[in-house]
């Protein structure tokens, strides 16, 4: 006992730990109490330890000496925000792990805009009344796909979740069991349905369904025909699926809405870039879709939202129920898919939306790219590399167009005189722990560098990466391979 008090007495006090020059200007980033809260949690943890005889005189010194360089790094981890920008090498496009799509410039400045000041939110500039926070994106939306009427929520499950509750709460929904997927997150859709408080009425198989499976299905407690387009996988050889067409035609037939969820947000045909089996959300609309939900932050290259176009009576049934409040978008949010949209109205999608300028890009230039970022690595001081250019297989990402892949170069990358024994390395759990540590440094570096380990490299997909993003991609590698030397 008196032992553990002598040791108690070693520790330092709060205010002596907190007058240390490293934890002074860790004070300035963190804050003051926040800081102080951290010194106390620390000491409190070396009372524990001591309490519970788990630090001997030698290893309480060490950590007593360490205490204020400890403390200064995890306060400076603790001010640096986790939500940081980063360098998206892993070639998939629209990847949900790394912030799904890029904004363009103009959806940036808009944003920046609507944020930094009051703004027309819900306010009719024409009548000085109070207006509906709806009616920015209806006017773009109304001129895209004419005829219709729009509501946007915070993403897509929402989106379709909001459908399902205000058309048919309490009844069922018709859906093909080869169209029951599973989105991001786990979540499915027999639980959204459930979750909108519709009951799920299967039809058909896993790999054919029948028009006439869906008529037999019909009935007084019918709410909803409701098609899902299985954006994250394909089901292949016999198989048979009911178009959107004939859907269309049958639920008109027993005035039942159809409701079409899309999924991925595509617009533009992509079809001369390799993307064929993507659906565009104006051709469901054409073949007779009552309501077509789909994201805002994959290949629409907006901001998260849960869009829905169709015909204006079910939109207004969708408006006036309770949930649509409370899924509702902010300010920010519209003013980046209002300027995204707009990119669409001027034809410049190509040229604006970044994942579509990505998506699009010749395989030559990605090429030229890959060969001049491998000489600059090459001739590089003090950096111990091997560097190799090979072509790749990009991914859309996202759940679209899963079975497709697009023409890509990559730059390989690998410590000198380190390669582990020939096709070991298919993953980071594979790799050896020089290639490991490349992946690490640059994974850990700024910005970080997100890649793929595969056959004994570490591979840098260009198709993913922003042109102008290869200079602070180059200094990255750099500063990771002089690490490693």
């Known amino acids: 006992m008196r032992g553990q008090r002598e040791a108690w007495r070693r520790l330092p006090q709060v205010d002596r730990l907190l007058r240390e020059p490293r934890l002074r200007g860790a004070a300035a980033r963190l804050g003051a109490a926040p800081l102080r809260c951290l010194v106390r949690q620390a000491l409190e943890s070396l009372r524990q330890a001591i309490r519970q005889g788990r630090?001997?005189?030698?290893?309480?010194?060490?950590?007593?000496?360490?205490?204020?360089?400890?403390?200064?790094?995890?306060a400076d981890g603790r001010a640096r925000s986790t939500l940081r920008p980063v360098i998206n090498a892993t070639g998939v496009l629209v990847h949900t792990n790394l912030g799904r799509a890029p904004l363009s410039a103009a959806a940036i400045d808009r944003v920046r805009q609507v944020a930094a000041s009051y703004n027309t939110l819900e306010y009719?500039?024409?009548?000085?009344?109070?207006?509906?926070?709806?009616?920015?994106?209806?006017?773009?939306?109304?001129?895209?796909?004419?005829?219709?009427a729009c509501h946007v929520v915070n993403n897509n499950a929402a989106a379709l979740t909001l459908a399902l509750h205000a058309l048919a709460s309490g009844r069922e929904a018709i859906v093909s069991r080869g169209e029951l997927v599973e989105i991001g997150g786990s979540f499915r859709v027999p639980e959204i349905l459930a979750a909108s408080g519709t009951t799920?009425?299967?039809?058909?198989?896993?790999?054919?369904?029948?028009l006439a499976d869906y008529?037999?299905?019909?009935g007084r407690n019918t709410g909803v025909v409701l098609k899902v387009h299985p954006s994250n996988y394909r089901?292949?050889?016999?198989?048979?699926?009911?178009?959107?067409?004939?859907?269309?035609?049958?639920?008109?037939?027993?005035?039942?809405?159809?409701?079409?969820?899309?999924?991925?947000?595509?617009?533009?045909?992509?079809?001369?870039?390799?993307?064929?089996?993507?659906?565009?959300?104006?051709?469901?609309?054409?073949?007779?879709?009552?309501?077509?939900?789909?994201?805002?932050?994959?290949l629409l290259g907006g901001?998260?939202?849960?869009?829905?176009?169709?015909?204006?009576?079910?939109?207004?049934?969708?408006?006036?129920?309770?949930l649509s409040r409370a899924l509702r978008v902010d300010k920010m949010t519209i003013a980046a898919l209002e300027a995204t949209l707009e990119s669409f109205l001027r034809g410049a999608a190509f040229d604006e939306i970044p994942i579509l300028r990505l998506l699009s890009r010749p395989a030559a230039d990605l090429r030229r790219r890959a060969e001049a970022l491998a000489r600059g690595v090459c001739e590089a001081p003090g950096v111990r590399l091997e560097v190799a250019v090979e072509k790749g297989a990009a991914r859309v990402g996202g759940g679209a167009a899963p079975a497709e892949t697009l023409a890509s170069w990559c730059l390989g990358l690998r410590p000198l005189g380190g390669s582990e024994p020939?096709?070991?390395?298919?993953?980071?759990?594979?790799?050896?722990?020089?290639?490991?540590?490349?992946?690490?440094?640059l994974r850990l570096g700024e910005p970080p560098v997100i890649g793929r380990l595969g056959r004994d490299w570490l591979w840098l997909d260009l198709r993913s990466v922003h042109e102008g993003e290869d200079a602070a991609l180059l200094e990255a590698i750099r500063r990771a391979g002089g690490v490693l030397a």
């Open 215 to 218: 008529e037999r299905a019909i």
């Open 235 to 298: 089901v292949i050889g016999f198989t048979a699926e009911v178009q959107v067409r004939d859907l269309a035609a049958l639920a008109r037939r027993r005035r039942i809405p159809l409701v079409v969820d899309q999924g991925s947000g595509l617009l533009l045909s992509l079809a001369q870039f390799g993307i064929s089996e993507e659906p565009i959300v104006g051709d469901f609309l054409r073949q007779g879709a009552g309501l077509v939900t789909f994201s805002g932050d994959k």
């Open 303 to 322: 901001p998260q939202a849960g869009i829905i176009v169709g015909r204006r009576p079910l939109v207004q049934r969708l408006r006036r129920d309770p």
């Open 422 to 441: 020939k096709g070991t390395a298919t993953s980071s759990a594979s790799a050896g722990p020089r290639l490991t540590g490349l992946e690490r440094a």
């Open 124 to 148: 009719d500039l024409d009548g000085r009344r109070r207006g509906s926070r709806s009616s920015h994106l209806e006017r773009i939306l109304g001129l895209l796909f004419p005829g219709t």
């Open 200 to 210: 799920l009425r299967e039809v058909g198989t896993t790999n054919r369904t029948r």
């Open 55 to 74: 630090l001997g005189e030698k290893d309480l010194q060490r950590q007593i000496a360490a205490l204020p360089e400890d403390l200064a790094r995890e």
